[in-house]
């Protein structure tokens, strides 16, 4: 399982990560410490180390004499993080305009015209999929490490529900609605407007995690 210059429990943690991030470790579930050994062939120690990380990063929760499990987002948590997260991938939308060059909206365009293709085709993970590259592309295209490395230490954590907000009622077409603006602040480079259309952005997905949640709460009391 071990590649070249990369530690044994550092795998073990992307591993475990990328579960977390598929759904395929949902929040709460309990992670079992036996079975990834075994799965792995690996001893308690790697896999401790791994799990330390997924604490750090706030992935992990662990509990004394009892292990640890995917930690579960509050209401609170996301109306905590959500703010933050407008605020500085509105402002990595903003430096992503100053820089911008023929080829990156280009590379943009191509990223565009397959969210496109992801709604017509009304695949939410394809969507999801698209929608975090360019994300991620507008956070590179915006060259400041210090605000890309903020970014993802934030995101990790809102990536535990992101998911969840395009299933909320007409969410999926709002969200294309508002990449497609986003896009077309970037083409005219508009610095200013494309902050705005970022943080609106965002703070929809906030609104719409919301919205489901509260619907599924009154699902459940009913």
Known sequence: MKTPHV????????????QIFEGQLAPGAFIDERDLCTRFAISRTPLREALKVLCAEGLVVHE?????????????DLDDIFPMVALLEGRSAYEAALHLKAVDLEALGIW???LEEAFLAQDIAAYYRVNLAIHEAIIVLADNVWLAQTISDLRKIVRLSRL???????RLAQSLEEHRKIFECLLRRDALAAQEAMR???NHQHAALTQ?????????AV
Not at 7 to 18: C, I, K, P, T, Y
Not at 64 to 76: D, E, F, M
Not at 164 to 170: I, R
Not at 212 to 220: E, H, I, K, S, W
């Open 7 to 18: 530690s044994l429990h550092q795998e073990v943690a992307d591993w475990v990560r990328d």
């Open 164 to 170: 969840q907000q395009l299933h909320a009622p007409g």
């Open 200 to 202: 609106e952005h965002i």
């Open 64 to 76: 004394p004499r009892v292990g640890c499990s995917v930690r579960v987002i509050s209401r609170q």
């Open 112 to 114: 565009q015209s397959r």
């Open 212 to 220: 489901l949640a509260d619907l599924t709460q009154r699902t459940v």
